[in-house]
């Protein structure tokens, strides 16, 4: 395995989705940020995510809530317009959904341990009905592809875009230390129409008919 460096896009093959080692080795380097670049890193992709081209006006948006060393988005959150609604993912039986959440909101661990917020099941949003999602990773390429923690929530939860146009529009955030080379692609990959870091923007190239 050529790179996990921190900082330098990992080279040679397409990243292999069996390559569990490399995917550990990508959440390690990931939880090996240091503070000060964690803290910049949020404002930085805060501006990125805000100004991407396709920022919904109204409706509900989702990001999540970071775990693991993944890039903080509560700077996003903070600015976000009014108009909008932030919600954070919420695992309901094999499905992927959404659910309003402010600061003070009630939340619940849910079985990876992760904060989710506490709500009954008829009040969770489907991802049809998302305007935008932010989409966690573990590593990316520069055609915008996404390795995530490999149960398939996202790829699952939104597998209809295969097939279909934004919205919801899909963007993976990252540091940029989590770029590969390439990442080899599985028929079930739903790839990202942008991914953002606190260095990049990465625009998914519209397919020219
Ligand atoms: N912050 C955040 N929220 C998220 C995700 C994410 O990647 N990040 N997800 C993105 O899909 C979903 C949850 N998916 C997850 C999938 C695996 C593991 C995980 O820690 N797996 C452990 C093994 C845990 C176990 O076996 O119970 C591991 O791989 O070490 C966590 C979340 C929804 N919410
Ligand atoms: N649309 C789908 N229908 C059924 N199974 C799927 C679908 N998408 C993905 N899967 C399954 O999910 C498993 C994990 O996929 P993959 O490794 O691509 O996940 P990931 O993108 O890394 O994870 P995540 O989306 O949870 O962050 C695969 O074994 C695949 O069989």
Redesign the pocket.
Known sequence: MGGARRGTAVGGDPVSRDARAL?QAL?QQRRDTPASERIAAAEAIAQRLLALPFTPEHGHVAG?????G?ISLHAWQLRLPSSLIYCL?V?HGDR?RFAPWRPGGALVS?????P?PDVSSADLIDGNDMALVI????AFDAGCRRL???????DRGFAFRRDRAAPPWLVGAAFASQQVEAIAAEPWDVPMDAVCTERDTFLATPDVE
Do not use: C
């Open positions: 995917r959440r999540y809530w970071s775990m693991d993944e993912p695992l992927l849910n079985r990876y341990g992760i989710e989409a966690p990773l573990v995530g923690m490999g149960a398939g929530w996202y």
